[in-house]
């Protein structure tokens, strides 16, 4: 009987597509993946200890670090739990603003996770610049808002830091216009290529059955077909007022993972309209002026508040012992949580569809090694 | 050449030398220059494509961009790994550029010929061929597991596609009946110089199956799989630095540029269209070689365009499209071409048929009633054989999963 | 023969014999396979300093462009790739030595006796090469319609019998090859590993009752189609 | 399947399973924030404290009875105060949705203490969290397929994220923990 | 599973397109979308229009530069008067105290007469190489003396050189009123009181030398103080300080260019100065190509930074002047 060698190799940490410094060791037996090892830490700072040393204002400029294409959803959900620990009110227009920049940056994720995971599987590029022009687009009123394109440091406790002005929405509102011819390119360019077709279908299976064991949250869960959306199951900001839908694939490959990130786009396009038409006027404020933020100090306790970030189930986990700052500050980052599924997800598959899987759960190395 | 020489005093074998010395010299001139002029139009027309701008900052448009790489790459470290095997490592670009070039020498320039070999497009193919050594070479002297795989499945790749490859050009050399590359320009030059053989069925889907074999051979996406930049890094090419690195980039795109030469040749005329036999001359020959470069350049923007637009195949499917797919339309268009001949030319290839059946009314090959037949003939036979194994491949893509329980029976039992 | 061409004559020549005695002198086997290389490419130069082009592309196409290939792919296949590759004398050598003398005993003597034609080609090929439409000429072996005439006339046979041998050849590693494949160790996928759960046939697991890792290396498992 | 309230779990692990709550924490009153000074930590514990044993059969008695299968979070803390180490497990019900449900695992602080059943073999989702854990805090998962070191070195001493370890000073060689 | 918290209208299954016949269509159009851009690109002009999805996006960086919003932040400056050359800063701890990686290092400034510490910092020290530019330092300023600058070219060979001491720090009131008027309109007014206050505690030359220093000992007073449009005081003030400290690896003329490109900028985008804004987009033509020679002597004004934001210069001002000239033909 024919048996052949088995070879270990060593994607990363330096490798054109592991999305930062990421590690997996290999073994394959001619083209076919045997074992998976995925090793971390390359980018390990100690967040969650820094968490505890910074005061609950100082932190937040740490959480744009986790996941930074999103930083704007990564300060809301902190700031969450910061209120929820100290029990602090956000007026209305804050909680607006906040949805409309969570779902911008839920556009733009997608928009550039979709174009790197196209980049793995060889499509040269032109779905990502593609994507990257949207990002741009996009950063470039984060950098009006916040002051900063990708470092936003944009919500305080209680509201944000800057309210947004007419100028924004008039570009809101132009970016908006584009956004559709942007998606239908997008889908038009690769959706029903076949060699897509052939790349992505049927790669990377995550049954429906052990998508909800592996933990896995966010497009990857619901590409499983599970429709859990943290916007639908626990509303929180203003969520509940907006019509929207969950998109959900069948199968559970990277085609469906695919589908569902290009279908929360439309629908974050959705939500985007509707908090436009709904957005309060300046005067409840867009900050809670009782809130101390430089010297806050939250009662003894625990909280957890969740959103649903654009890579999944995003988190903070805040013990407070009544000072000025965390006694645990434990962050549930979701890229992390859904890389347990990579190694199980990749066997039997071949070296090439590593890389596109690994694209297709979308990891930023910020959040996993934190 | 020579003889122009020999008529200036020369003797006979200096003549020789030195018109060979000056042919080699323009060739590769030619094809450098033309490498590079493809680099920038690849990453010109590729940046639009993107909604970029692309290299516009050396020289008018960027034109001198490559010439500041190629001094950038001969400045870089040579880097040998430790444990290679120090002169396979080294051997294996001078082997691909050494083949690269090799196959300039039949190529021609429009009209312009530097040698007519009788078996001209086999050469080219051989040439070709020649690359999977240094790739072998490359991978495995580099002493590198990426290195090692890109290798391996670069050769693997380059074999599968040799033969649908070889086997497209079969119905050419059919119509034609000659291998040398001179009587196949001038096979086209019919209808005023536009009687090119993408035009009939039989050489449009010999085209198609050609320049699909020819972007496998040079490694185009979607079948730069032995170099795959996001899974094996730059496969073989791995372990390269330095002007090693840059005599790799120079064969590929010194193949890349023979391939769409060697299309244009074969299924668009070459040199041939409207005008230039009416010119005559070196001013007929100048044209020759802008219609060529033209045809041959907008081949190289489909190249670009597929490249920009779509993801690469994995090896299994590129193996199972090499076989399943490009190998039987190319037998069938094989067998369409034989018709074609026999329509076209039975009395000539044939004189016992004009026995048999009677003469046809003419014996003119552009007898319109028979190229008539013929022309509906092969369509028909070709049109079906695609649509035929579109379906086979259709049903054989939609069921191709790792997971249904047939396959997994079949696997296990 | 005019002087250039004697001197490129004798100049390849050596390099393919010399390519030769390094393929069974040198140690490394990947080594000796490429030599093999260069000395198949020193006899498809030879051949195209004889004005038989087509065999000289038919031999870099074939011997240097595949054969050779299968060659190295044989040996990194079967050995130890990355290690420093150790060349075994083997035993009988004399064996392989009575063979290659035989194989000359059976080849001088046909030169020998086609030595004529072989003069008056050479004298063909220094007036140069004559137009091949049509009538061929009968000293001009080398071309391919040449070629084709004779294998589809008078050697029809022969060839059909090679044609028949290779396809059996062909069939009988398709068939071994498929074999092989059907018994090749399997990686399960994770739906795989569902499916077969789904059937009941649960992970293997070992004494201690940690699951045995998910490869099913040879074993029998059907399952009817409707399910996954 | 039924959504339960905060603290719900408690009582019902009291009828249905009465061996897995841990008896040291079977008050059910809640300690109150003012009743200690600023700095002082809390104990929650109106969520289920459950024996470190039980784990495994509590969550999946949660998940079966009542429909709790989304592991979502496991958290550990080190109450260096009270001399224990919490492992917080979060629990949601990914079909009827709502807020989590916690389970608690408290153990001592010791190396012979520091342990806890591993989850991963039903949740396979909770194979980095418990590295992670064990990376950091020293808690030690019996059963985990690959109980490594996930972000330190794995010559690295110590667990850094122990309230007792050094936070000034050459981190490498002071050891302390263990 | 059942999806009790979810109506069946909020789930959608995405379409996987199993059943069509595929004979490459799908890749045919997307070869022809990738066609379609490469027209539009190669044909079309570059395109900065939020709305539109086609055409080039470059902004050609050297010579073009997108427009700097005011609230940009990059690295901390500190603040002092054009007029009296005083600092704002007190030296009162506060960025020190909040800044999340703790590069700032504040000493406080003593009376050497009394030994008493007075309102004014003796050494401020920021480590530009570890800010993480939060901002925070700038929002907690009572005094609003420390801002976020937005010079972002500070690259440098040379590390220890980013450790950035007061002398580097500081930058004119004006020159900050440039970057972001109507932040700095917000909070003049309340920032002046307060450093007339200050200003009365501070005995002889304290919390005034830094600034001296780095004009070279030359009148503080004379520095020409901020005209009240941001534009023109691009032009006009040109203030030493900012050049020396900016244009490290720049020419004057280039940092001078600059800081008018960013205040007509500012001046178009935010909606505080008034007076620049409606001119830059309401003046007609004629007056701008009026006012062209001037700019080509100075500085741009508004109405030709209106034009386009990422034209270099000189295309810039061909441009005005071939439209200047169209209209003149049409007879306008």
């Known amino acids: 009987m024919l048996k052949t060698e088995e070879l270990q190799i060593n994607i990363g940490p330096q490798h054109p597509s592991t999305h930062g410094v990421f590690r997996m060791l290999v073994t394959v037996d001619g083209e076919t993946l045997v074992d998976l090892k995925p ?49 602090v009110e956000v007026p209305e227009r804050a909680q607006y603003i906040r949805v409309i920049m969570d779902e911008l940056s839920r556009i733009l994720n997608h928009a550039t996770a979709m174009g790197f995971m196209l980049g793995d599987m060889g499509a040269w590029q032109t779905a990502l610049l593609w994507g990257m022009r949207e990002r741009e687009k996009i950063l470039d009123m984060f950098e009006y808002v916040s ?69 896995v949250t966010g497009p990857v869960l619901r590409g499983s077909g599970v429709a859990y959306d943290i916007r639908k199951a626990e509303p929180y900001a203003v969520y509940d007022r907006f019509k ?12 469906d993972r695919f589908l569902v990130r290009i279908a929360e786009m439309r629908e974050s396009y959705k939500i985007l309209e509707q908090a436009l038409e709904q957005l309060p006027d300046a005067t409840g404020g867009f900050i809670n002026p009782k809130v101390k933020q430089q010297s806050l100090k939250a009662p003894a306790g625990e909280a957890y508040a969740r959103v649903e970030s654009p890579k999944g189930e995003l988190g903070f986990y805040v013990v407070s012992d009544g000072t000025g700052s965390a006694y645990r500050y434990k962050v549930r980052a979701p890229s992390f949580i859904n890389l347990s599924a990579l190694a199980d997800m990749c066997k039997g598959y071949t070296i090439a569809d590593v890389v596109v899987i690994l694209g297709s759960i979308d990891i930023v190395m910020g959040e996993v090694d934190r | 050449m020579a003889d122009a020489l020999t008529q200036l005093g020369f003797a006979s074998w200096l003549s020789v030398l030195i018109a060979s010395i000056i042919k080699v010299t323009l060739i590769l001139v030619g094809g450098s220059v033309g490498m590079m002029f493809l680099t920038w139009y690849e990453r010109r027309s590729i940046s639009y494509m993107q909604d970029r701008r ?12 490559p010439i500041s790489e190629a001094i950038k790459t001969m400045t870089k470290e040579d880097a040998t790994p430790r444990d290679a095997d120090k002169i396979v490592h080294f051997l294996a670009p001078v082997v691909m550029l050494g083949a690269t070039v090799l196959s300039f020498a039949v190529i021609p320039w429009g009209r312009m010929f530097p040698v007519d070999l009788n078996a001209a497009v086999l050469f080219v193919i051989a040439t070709g061929g020649l690359h999977s050594i240094g790739m072998m070479m490359a991978g495995w002297g580099s002493n590198n597991k990426f290195a090692l795989l890109g290798g391996m499945r670069g050769v693997a790749q380059l074999i599968s596609y040799e033969i649908p490859q070889v086997m497209a050009i079969i119905p050419v050399v059919l119509m034609t009946g000659s291998m040398s590359l001179q009587k196949i320009v001038e096979a086209q ?11 009939s069925p039989v050489g449009l889907l010999g085209f198609a199956l050609f320049f699909t074999a020819s972007l496998a051979e040079g490694e185009r996406t979607p079948f730069d799989i032995p170099e795959a930049d996001s899974e094996i890094i730059a496969g073989y090419m791995t372990e390269y630095s330095g002007m090693k690195f840059a005599v790799f980039y120079l064969s590929n795109y010194m193949s890349n540029l023979a391939v769409c030469f060697v299309t244009a040749t074969l299924y668009l005329g070459g040199g041939n269209g409207p005008g230039v036999d009416a010119l005559g001359g070196i001013a007929g020959g100048l044209l020759s070689l802008v219609y060529f470069l033209l045809k041959s350049f907008a081949l190289f923007f489909v190249m670009v365009l597929i490249r920009a637009t ?23 268009n094989i067998l369409s071409a034989s018709f074609w001949v026999a329509l076209l030319r039975w009395d000539q290839q044939w004189p016992q048929l004009t026995e048999w059946f009677g003469a046809p009314s003419t014996a003119d090959a552009t007898n319109w009633g028979r190229l008539a037949i013929a022309i509906v003939l092969t369509l028909l036979i070709n049109a079906g054989a695609v649509a035929l194994i579109m379906r086979l491949t259709n049903r054989n893509v939609q069921k191709h999963l790792y997971t249904t329980d047939e396959e997994l029976a079949l696997g296990l039992s | 023969m005019n002087p250039i061409a004697i001197g490129v004559f004798i100049v390849i020549a050596l390099l393919t014999l010399g390519s030769g005695i390094m393929v069974v002198t040198v140690r490394n086997i990947i080594h000796s396979a490429l030599w093999l290389i260069a000395s198949f490419i020193g006899v498809a130069a030879l051949y195209l300093l004889m004005e038989a082009e087509f065999l000289a592309v038919v031999q870099i196409l074939v011997y240097a462009g595949a054969v050779s290939i299968l060659v190295l792919f044989a040996i990194m296949l079967t050995r130890q790739v990355t290690g420093e590759g150790v060349r075994v004398v083997f035993e009988r050598w004399w064996v392989a030595l009575l063979i290659a003398l035989g194989l000359f005993g059976v080849i001088v003597p046909t030169l020998w006796k086609h030595g004529a034609t072989w003069e008056e080609a050479a004298k063909l090929a220094q007036v140069g090469p004559t137009p091949v439409d049509g009538a061929a000429n009968s000293l001009q072996v080398a071309t391919a319609t040449e070629i084709g005439r004779s294998f589809m006339g008078e050697y029809l046979l022969p060839f059909e019998v090679v044609s028949v041998l290779l396809l059996m050849a062909l069939i009988g590693a398709v068939v071994i090859a498929y074999e092989e494949r059907t018994r090749r160790r399997r990686v399960l996928t994770l739906a795989e590993e569902l499916a077969l759960k789904k059937r009941g046939i649960v992970e293997p697991r070992d004494a201690e009752g940690a699951v045995v890792p998910r490869e099913a290396e040879g074993k029998v498992i059907l399952l009817d189609s409707e399910q996954a | 399947m039924a959504l339960l309230a905060r603290g719900e779990l408690r009582s019902i692990l009291q009828t249905e399973l009465p061996n897995v709550l841990d008896s040291r924490w079977d008050t059910q009153a809640t300690d109150q924030a003012e009743a200690h000074g600023e700095g002082q930590t809390v104990l929650l514990d109106f969520d289920a404290v459950v024996k470190a044993e039980a784990i495994v059969e509590v969550a999946h008695f949660v998940r079966d009875k009542f429909g709790y299968d989304l592991l979502s979070n496991i958290t550990a803390v080190d109450y260096l105060n009270h001399g224990i180490i919490e492992l917080v497990y979060q629990f949601y019900n990914a079909a009827e949705a709502g807020p989590d449900l916690r389970v608690r695992v408290r153990i001592g602080r010791s190396p012979e203490e520091c342990i806890v059943p591993s989850l991963t073999p039903t949740w396979p989702g909770a194979d980095l969290q418990e590295r992670e854990a064990y990376d950091m805090y020293g808690v030690v998962f019996p059963g985990h397929p690959n109980l490594a070191r996930i972000y330190m070195w794995d010559e690295f001493k110590g667990f850094p994220m122990r309230k007792d370890f050094p936070k000034t000073g050459d981190k490498y060689t002071h050891v302390t923990g263990e | 599973m059942t999806l009790s918290h979810l109506a069946t209208e909020d789930v959608f299954v995405v379409e996987r397109n199993d059943a069509d ?68 800063c007190t030296s009162c701890f506060q960025c020190e105290r909040i800044c999340p990686p703790q590069v700032i290092h504040i000493t406080q400034a003593k009376d050497p007469a009394t030994g008493k510490p007075v309102p004014a910092a003796a050494k401020f020290v920021l480590e530009y190489d570890t800010c993480m530019s939060c901002g925070y330092c700038a929002e907690v300023c009572p005094f609003d003396a420390i801002k976020m600058d937005h010079d972002f070219e500070l690259s440098t060979a040379n590390h220890p050189e980013l450790d950035v001491d007061y002398n580097r720090l500081l930058r004119p009131v004006s020159y900050y009123e440039t970057i972001a008027p109507t932040m700095w309109s917000d909070v003049k007014e309340q920032a002046m009181k307060k450093l007339q206050n200050n200003i009365k505690r501070r005995p002889g030359d304290i919390g005034r030398d830094h600034g001296q220093k780095i004009k070279g000992g030359a009148p503080v007073a004379a520095a020409a103080t901020p005209a009240a449009g941001a534009a023109p005081a691009a032009g006009a003030a040109k203030p030493r300080g900012p050049v020396a400290a900016i244009g490290k690896n720049m020419s004057e003329d280039k940092t001078a260019k600059l800081l008018a490109i960013r205040a007509a900028n500012a001046a178009k985008r935010g909606g505080g100065a008034a007076d620049a804004a409606p001119v830059a987009q309401a003046a007609p033509v004629a007056e701008a190509v009026a006012a062209a020679p001037a700019a080509a002597s100075a500085a741009p004004t508004g109405p030709v930074a209106a034009i386009g934001q990422n034209m270099s210069e000189d295309k810039r001002a061909k441009l005005e002047a071939i439209r200047a000239a169209k209209r003149a033909e049409r007879g306008e």
């Open chain 1, 39 to 87: 090793v971390f830490g390359y980018l390990h700072r100690n967040h969650e200890q820094l968490g505890e040393v910074n005061t609950y204002l100082q932190n937040m400029p740490f959480t744009d670090r986790l996941d930074y294409f999103n930083s704007m959803v990564n300060n809301h959900a902190y700031a969450r739990t910061i209120e929820t620990l100290a029990g």
């Open chain 2, 54 to 65: 692309g290299p516009n900052r050396v020289g008018p448009q960027g034109l001198l961009q």
């Open chain 1, 147 to 215: 002051g900063a394109r990708m470092m936003c440091n944009y919500c305080r406790f209680g509201g944000v830091v800057r309210d947004i002005d007419d100028w924004f929405i008039t570009e809101l509102k132009k970016l908006m216009q584009g956004l559709p011819h942007y998606f239908d390119d997008f889908e038009g360019l690769l959706l029903n290529s076949e060699i897509l077709l052939a790349r992505a279908r049927n790669i990377g299976v995550l049954p429906k059955d052990l998508a909800l064991a592996y933990s």
């Open chain 2, 189 to 199: 030059n019919d209808f005023a110089g536009l009687g090119w053989y993408v035009f």
């Open chain 2, 310 to 332: 779509v993801p690469r195949l994995r090896v299994d499917q590129l193996m199972s499209f090499a076989w399943k797919f490009l190998l039987p339309l190319v037998l069938v």
């Open chain 5, 21 to 88: 016949f595929r004979a490459g269509q799908g890749m045919t159009k997307g070869l022809g979308i990738v066609f379609r851009k490469f027209r539009k690109a190669l044909f079309g002009k570059p395109n900065s229009d939020r709305a539109d999805t086609e055409g080039q996006f470059n902004v050609q960086y050297p010579e073009e530069r997108l427009a700097m919003p005011e609230a940009y932040r990059n690295m901390p400056i500190l603040l002092y008067d054009d007029a009296t050359g005083h600092e704002l």
């Open chain 1, 244 to 255: 929207f839908k969950v998109p959900v694939g069948t199968v559970g490959d990277v085609y």
